[in-house]
């Protein structure tokens, strides 16, 4: 949650100043990975190649071209999570966009976007127009039902009532019937109000969370549930697809095909209905949900979103629910959902937590997702490809190059079950293939029980095959020969260590930064020059901890420290300076190449969506200059090739090279 709200606060103003990428000082390019979590879809009725989708990371993206390309079309959203999207039937040009940050409008097809205020409530989790009066909207609030009948400008107080004890996961609104509105559970089942939302009733007798809801177009009274539990839930509840011929008094379970899968989201149209499930991809029925066809293509997918194209309703749309594939992201049906294949050019909602550079040639980079696992690119190929066979976790915390073959590099990633303990992780074929390696610890120790916040520094020794060093939340490890012994150094009252670093130009020489403790005061520095053996404490007085380091590749002696400020010391860590930037910003990323260093700031005061910037120093920090180019989207992350030609921006929405004309 600390890395997403980081993400939310400077995400808005990040998208409505991308267009200052392409200035004199050289150009962000776009390399992907390109998928995400799709959260939402909607068509336009009056331009069915306009196809739009809310993801949960990159905001919202606007495809002109039936999915072929997506381009960014999320400028003054208040945040790149997004959960719902609902177009305006009668003026297509309007959208709203919801999610835990409340709820937006947009006046001129998703160019740009403004906060709706919602008196007493701000999370948005279920969302419907009237088709019969579009101004009129229902949002699910945590307070129950909210109601607008003038395009969200107002709103009446939220209605609850035992029909709505938790939380609404959506909503409709009968076309024929517009006081007939349905409401979606995620424990009660079906609510149901005939008096345009003033009250609320049970709709039958299921129990049970709702993930999606759908009304037959020709005959309204037939209304379709889709339930699936989430993890956690009790694996013997209500799951599939419910469907009532009386306006939800009554149900029948459909059975023919679905199976145990859950189903997570609904498209209907005359003569065809679409189920989204969570594991078996999208099915379609022609005879109202008795019986089921898969979908080629789809297999395994878990879907969270579907559309349909209104003038052709052969023509579907699939957003994938969750990260379990490494092409999640949009699907296209142009049969009927009979064949399915991936629409995601363009569409970039994958946020970057590693990225690792070996020199060529050719040049490889390596990137690492939080829930996707690995991408690789290698030379000045345009995109990311995936990588990552034989992860044991799609979590990645770090990744560094070995320091020998441009093909080795190794990582950390997050556990799985209830130890959740990271593991370390090795390639040597440029991330399509990894082992993970054991621990051989010297003491009694369980190593990367719990990585520091959502990432792990990691180190590799040039000049010692096979030994890395990893920052753990409470020690530093040497693992040599790959795993066969570790060596654990624990700093004095047991600092979170939260970053370590090798000097390019001198390997035995290491840093280590650490964060506060309750026992043990401020973080601070830490340097071995013994290949990590010994540590010994660096003095840095006016900053609370340190969360950055890079050192200079030809220099041991020049080291750059990011806490609360940029420190620089040219002297291998006896003295400190400030590095002459914004004291109030804070420093998102920092990296270096031969004979320069590059750090993003984000203010800390003013405006708190205010995107990063990218400063540069040629004089090992003494003087900067600030890139007129900023990443198109919030700065997670930076590297730079070894060689100094490509700086690397990894962001909340993928990745993104720069290099100087």
């Not at 901890?545 to 040219?570: E, I, K, M, N």
Request: with cysteine.
């Amino acid at each position: 949650m600390k890395a997403q709200r980081k993400v939310i606060a400077l995400f808005a103003s990040a998208l409505a100043l991308a267009a200052l990428s392409a200035l004199a000082d050289g150009a962000w390019t776009p390399l992907g990975p390109f998928g995400g979590q799709v959260s939402s879809l909607a068509v336009d009725p009056s331009a069915p190649q306009t196809v739009y989708a809310a993801t949960q990371g990159g905001g919202v993206f606007k495809s002109t071209d039936g999915a072929a390309t997506w381009q960014p079309a999320g400028s003054g959203l208040p945040s790149p999570f997004v959960g719902l999207l609902a177009i305006d039937p009668a003026t297509p040009q309007t959208l709203y966009a919801g999610g835990d940050f409340g709820l937006a409008k947009s006046d001129d097809g998703a160019a740009t976007w403004h906060s709706l205020l919602l008196p007493s409530f701000t999370a948005v989790s279920g969302l419907a127009i009237d088709p019969s009066a579009p101004r009129t909207l229902y949002a699910g609030v945590a307070a129950g039902v909210a109601k607008s009948t003038d395009g969200g400008a107002t709103w009446e107080p939220a209605v609850s009532s035992r029909a709505l004890a938790s939380p609404i996961s959506a909503l409709v609104v009968d076309p024929r019937r517009p006081s007939f509105v349905y409401a979606a559970t995620s424990l009660v089942g079906v609510a149901r109000s005939t008096d345009g939302g003033r009250t609320w009733t049970h709709a039958g007798p299921l129990v049970g969370r709702v993930r999606a809801l759908a009304l037959a177009p020709q005959q309204t009274a037939t209304v379709y549930a889709g339930f699936a539990p989430n993890s956690g839930d009790d694996p013997n509840g209500t799951v599939g697809l419910f469907v009532s011929k009386n306006g939800g008094r009554s149900w029948v379970r459909s059975r023919g095909g679905l199976g145990a899968l859950g189903v997570t989201a609904l498209a209907v149209v005359p003569g065809r209905l679409y189920a989204g499930t969570d594991g078996g991809g999208v099915l379609a029925s022609t005879d109202g949900g008795a019986s089921w066809s898969p979908g080629h293509g789809s297999e395994g997918a878990s879907v969270g979103a579907l559309a349909v194209d209104p003038s052709g309703p052969a023509t579907v749309y699939a957003g994938s629910g969750t990260f379990q594939r490494q092409d999640a992201g949009v699907r296209k049906s142009a049969d009927g959902g009979a064949d399915w294949s991936v629409a995601n050019d363009g569409l970039t909602a994958l946020s970057i937590t590693a990225l690792a550079v070996a020199p060529g040639p050719p040049q490889r980079l390596l990137v690492g997702t939080r829930s996707l696992g690995v991408f690789s690119r290698l030379g000045t190929a345009d995109r990311l490809t995936p990588a990552g066979n034989g992860l044991p976790s799609p979590g990645v915390a770090s990744l560094a190059w070995s320091g020998a073959s441009s093909d080795s590099f190794y990582g950390v990633v997050n556990g799985l079950g209830a130890g959740r303990r990271a593991r370390l992780v090795k390639t040597s074929d440029g991330g399509d293939s990894w082992t993970t390696l054991p621990f051989a610890a010297s003491a009694p120790y369980a190593p990367l029980h719990a990585p520091y916040g959502p990432f792990a520094g990691l180190s590799c020794a040039p000049d010692l095959p096979g030994t890395c060093y990893v920052a753990d939340a409470d020690a530093i490890l040497t693992v040599e020969g790959d795993g066969a012994r570790t060596t654990v150094h624990p700093l004095p009252g047991r600092r979170p260590v939260a970053a370590i670093v090798v000097a390019p130009s001198s390997p035995n020489v290491l840093y280590a930064g650490t964060d506060a403790n309750i026992h043990a005061g401020p973080g601070q520095p830490w340097k071995s020059v013994d290949h990590g053996a010994t540590w010994t404490p660096l003095q840095l007085d006016d900053d609370f901890y340190v969360a950055l380091l890079a050192v200079d590749p030809q220099d041991a002696q020049v080291v750059f420290a990011a806490g609360t400020h940029l420190h620089r010391s040219t002297d291998g860590g006896a003295t400190w300076s400030t590095a002459g930037l914004d004291p109030t910003a804070r420093v998102v990323g920092l990296a270096t190449a031969p004979g320069a260093v590059y750090v993003g700031l984000a203010p800390t005061g003013g405006d708190p969506a205010a995107p990063a910037t990218i400063w540069k120093s040629t004089d090992a920090g003494a003087t900067w200059t600030a890139l007129a180019a900023r990443p198109p989207s919030v700065l997670t992350t930076l590297a730079v090739d070894p060689a100094g030609g490509t700086l690397y921006a990894g962001t909340a929405a993928g990745v993104y090279a720069w290099t100087a004309p």
